[in-house]
């Protein structure tokens, strides 16, 4: 069975510049969730799709966007980019079975390396 | 405002010993915890997790000790493998402010020496 992918693998951006991250959850699994991992820190919870709708959001400026595809594929978008943005991004999946609480297993993709010059 | 930490950056255990990861949180709202382990290169694997309502959870090698009173849990590996080194991340959930949040630590680096 496939994992979570992730594209592309890496990225490389300037500043103003927007950049489309991609994510295509494990067959079956509904939730797509997007994390931040910025060089030292941990990872930072941005969003929750599930069944096409944001279900949460984490504490992020709102140019931080994504949306679910009817396939519940995900794109996360990000405009006016900062240098502060680079980061890896990580896209989870998981069944939904809770809709609201971050009880269901999360399995990971590899991450999109982005890199803001 | 970390609300969730842990303390150690990294950590080195023997081959065949216990590892103990800890990880300490702030707010008393949260009500499920998490730890995931993640290797280079790939994204974090679930591993184990645990509900207020308990303060022990076993999973043949991985236990997670809750301690409420002191807002602080532990992941305890017993007995450590090669294949264990990698950095570890708990994460804390629950409903803070009228919303569910989810909020992860800054990771530990374990080392297995053997």
């Known amino acids: 069975e496939a994992g979570v992918t992730q594209s592309p693998t890496h990225l490389i951006k300037t500043r103003g510049q927007q950049a489309t991250l991609r994510c295509s959850p494990i067959s079956g699994h509904t939730s797509v969730y997007w994390y931040q991992q910025a060089l030292g820190l941990g990872l930072q919870f941005l969003l929750w ?23 519940y594929s995900s794109e996360l978008n990000v ?5 502060e943005d680079s980061a890896l991004y990580l896209c989870a999946s998981s069944f939904s079975i809770s809709f609201t609480r971050f009880t269901d297993t999360q399995y990971f993709g590899p991450g999109t390396r982005l890199t803001v010059l | 405002d970390q609300q969730v930490k842990q303390n150690s950056p990294s950590l080195s255990v023997q081959e065949g010993r216990i590892s103990i990861l800890n990880c300490d949180y702030t707010n008393s709202m949260f009500d499920y915890f998490l730890w995931y382990k ?10 184990i997790s645990i509900s207020s ?4 959870n076993e999973d043949g090698r ?10 602080h ?30 909020v992860f630590g800054q990771g530990t680096r374990l080392t297995i020496n053997p």
């Open chain 2, 62 to 71: 991985f236990t997670v000790f809750l301690n409420k009173s002191a807002k």
């Open chain 2, 53 to 56: 309502i308990k303060d022990k």
């Open chain 1, 79 to 83: 405009n006016a980019l900062e240098l």
């Open chain 2, 38 to 47: 993640k290797y280079p290169a790939e994204g974090p694997t679930f591993l």
């Open chain 1, 49 to 71: 799709y599930d069944e096409g709708e944001e279900r949460n959001r984490g504490n992020f400026p709102p140019r931080f966007s994504g949306r679910q595809f009817p396939n």
């Open chain 2, 73 to 102: 849990l532990s992941l305890h590996i017993v007995p450590s493998q090669p294949g264990d080194s990698a950095v570890y991340f708990c994460a804390a959930s629950g409903e803070i402010q009228g919303a569910q949040k989810l």
